[in-house]
């Protein structure tokens, strides 16, 4: 692993562990097993380094989502196997649960979502392929709603994964509060 995608790693696992606030720049450089100095030579600031993890891993899960998203298929069924999906690769990776579940909270959504085309792309494409059957709320909420509970689920579930019964039920809970 380069130094930068050590730095990125570290970033996740302190936030995912201690919070935002938790993550010092010094005990950043410490678990990346760099110089301080060397955080500053890729990442102008904590906060574009923020961004930039933030970005990665809200990719990698629309990335997830997407991967078997097919037009073709009843909108329902597409939901709920994105949803799954998303659960599957966060109860994967839990840290990157416990990540995003600090930075959903934050300014910080919002401002990946306003500078990070493919992040916002991805999410767009597929609410919009869901057509006029979600209800009329902000994308955030939508977000929430939809996807939150599988974010929440993997990220309390380590060692202790969920049954598929409570999985399903909780998709479908998902689906039915943001469809009309």
């Not at 720049?25 to 600031?45: F, P, Q, S």
């Not at 597929?126 to 209800?135: E, F, R, Y």
């Not at 202790?160 to 998709?171: C, F, G, K, Q, R």
Request: hydrophobic residues 50%.
């Amino acid at each position: 692993m380069d130094r930068a995608a050590a730095v990125r790693q570290a970033l996740l696992e302190l936030v995912a562990a201690r919070g935002l606030h938790g993550a010092s720049m010094g005990e950043l450089a410490r678990r990346a097993g760099v110089a301080a100095g060397t955080i500053y030579v890729h990442y102008a600031d904590k906060d574009s380094l923020i961004l930039t993890v933030y970005a990665e891993v809200k990719r990698d899960l629309g990335m997830a989502a997407a991967a078997g998203w097919e037009s073709g298929v009843p909108p329902e069924k597409r939901f709920l196997g994105a949803w799954h999906r998303v659960h599957a690769h966060l109860v994967e990776r839990p840290e990157r649960a416990r990540f995003l579940l600090q930075l959903e909270a934050s300014p910080y959504a919002r401002v990946v979502h306003e500078i990070d085309d493919e992040v916002a792309g991805i999410w767009s494409a597929m609410t919009a392929s869901l057509g006029d059957i979600l209800v009329d709320l902000p994308a955030d909420v939508l977000y929430n709603l939809a996807l939150g509970p599988a974010v929440s689920l993997a990220a309390g579930a380590a060692g202790s994964p969920v049954d598929v019964s409570t999985l399903d039920t909780v998709a479908r809970g998902c689906w039915r509060s943001i469809t009309r």
